[in-house]
Every structure is written in structure tokens, then in C-alpha cells.
């Protein structure tokens, strides 16, 4: 019995300690890629191949000229993107620092601090494993609405879609349902494909993702 308890109030302090370690999403982000730190695995090796392709045979299919990602993070999963011309926005000032010097040679891509009073157009707008790192209500609700009040013709969301958070609390996940809040809050718009994730979660993030594509038609 001593164990139990022992191990129960461990728990509880680790708990506590944690509660105090995240900082708020943006803060979080900055500080991580201040730091060196990266996208996470989503934008990497297999993972970032899966949604290139997906990507890239949208673009083609429709003819996309111009994108928009807002959460463009590091920069890596770009590098496998093919488009004439791409604007990217976060509000990391070192992760747009960073893509910037990245890509200093190449004029048809562009990065700059999000604000939601001042975005670019284009016909396809992107956000990729972004929508469950936005902790806060305020955050998620004016991603939401930069991606569907700016885009010309389509939306492309690569993310969870549940209201499980079991197990991550107090950290810099949260998941939301994403179709039941758009069906809700957003007018003019179709959900016009879903295409699962190659790889469906499977209890390790490092292998496996719970993000699928969701991609939204302006009608």
C-alpha cells in the first residue's frame, strides 16, 4: 500500500510541475524555435513525403498558382512542395527569420508574422499539423477564420479531429473537432474530400500521426 501511495503522490507533484512548464502556444513556439528546436516529425521523413503528395497532385489537379500557409513553422515541409508562388505566415518571429534566410534565393517564396488583419490571398490556403498546438479558444477561432475568410477557392487541413484530450493536458496538445466546428461556424464552404492519414495513430507520434486531410471547397 505504501508503494501506491508513494507512486499516487509522486504522480501528483510531476503533475503539478508540469502544469507550470507550458506558457501558452505562441510563447511555447517561439521559445522552441529560439532554441533550435524544430517542426516536430510531422514535417519530416515519411510524414512530410505523405503530404507533399497529397499536396502537390491538388496543386496539380487544380491548377494552383498561388498558396498560403498559415503555420509554416521551420520551413522543411516546403522544401517538398511544388508551387509557382507561396506566402507563409507564423507568429514565430525566429521561425520567419530562419525561412527566410532558408530561402534567400528563391523570390516565389515569401514569410511574414501572422496578423489577421493583413493576409495575402490566394486560391489554396494551407494549415498543417497546426490546429491542435492552438491551446488557447481565441487562437483556434482566428486561425480558423484566416484560413477561410482569405482563400480564393479552397482550404486544405491537415489535423486531428476529435474532442479526446485524455492524457493531454497541460501540454502543447489539444484536440478539437475540427468538421463539427466548421459545420457551425463557417458558411460558404463545402467539406469536398477527406483522405485518411497513411499512417493512422497508433499510440506513438513517432511513428504514426492522428492527422488526416480535410479539404474545403469555397461554393
Sequence with gaps: MNKIIKYLVNKIKRYKKNRNIFIGSRKYWEKRYNENGNSGVGSYGKFSTFKAKIINEFI????????????????????????????????????????????????????????????????????????????????????????????????MIYSSNTSNNDGYENTHVWHREILKWTDENILGWKLIKTIKNKYPYNGDYKTSSFSDFYIYEKQ
Design 60 to 155: 496539380e489537379e487544380k491548377k494552383i498558382h498561388k498558396i498560403v500557409e498559415i503555420g509554416s513553422g521551420d520551413g522543411n515541409q516546403l522544401n517538398l512542395f511544388n508551387c509557382k508562388e507561396y506566402v507563409g505566415y507564423d507568429t514565430s518571429a525566429s521561425a520567419i527569420n530562419s525561412c527566410k534566410n532558408k530561402f534567400i534565393e528563391d523570390p516565389t517564396k515569401i514569410f511574414k508574422i501572422f496578423n489577421p488583419l493583413s493576409i495575402d490571398r490566394a486560391d489554396l490556403f494551407l494549415s498543417l499539423d497546426v490546429i491542435y498546438h492552438l491551446i488557447e479558444n481565441e487562437y483556434f477561432e482566428e486561425h480558423m477564420h484566416s484560413l477561410f475568410n482569405h482563400s480564393n477557392k479552397y482550404v
